[in-house]
């Protein structure tokens, strides 16, 4: 027969692994919502990317439209002028 020290001490090594189980599982508990908050801040900055990146190609649209449109007057009016034989220097 055993002795009660002996399954004193049996009790207590299970028990202290059971410890180490559950910190062992609440560690990775902890690593697996930290991973989650950091994915998740990643796709909510990737969602702010684009939406900024749509908008930037919105503005260069605008800003092409309106550089072609002034481009265009000013070839229409160097025409004008050069029909009124005007000379004019532009320096650049």
């Given at each position: 027969m055993m002795t009660n020290d002996s399954l004193t001490s049996?009790?207590?090594d299970k028990i202290m692994e059971?410890?180490?189980?559950?910190r062992t599982v609440e560690c990775l508990r902890g690593r697996l919502l930290a991973e989650r908050a950091?994915?998740?801040?990643a796709n909510d900055e990737?969602?702010?990317?684009?939406?900024?990146?749509?908008?930037?190609?919105k503005q260069l649209k605008m800003?092409?439209?309106s550089r072609?449109?002034?481009?265009?007057?000013?070839?229409?009016?160097?025409?004008k002028l050069d029909?009124?034989?005007i000379i004019i220097c532009f320096s650049r």
């Open positions: 049996k009790w207590r059971g410890a180490e189980g559950l950091a994915s998740k801040a990737s969602e702010q990317i684009t939406k900024k990146l749509i908008e930037l190609e800003e092409i439209r072609n449109k002034a481009e265009k007057r000013l070839r229409f009016l160097m025409k029909s009124l034989n």
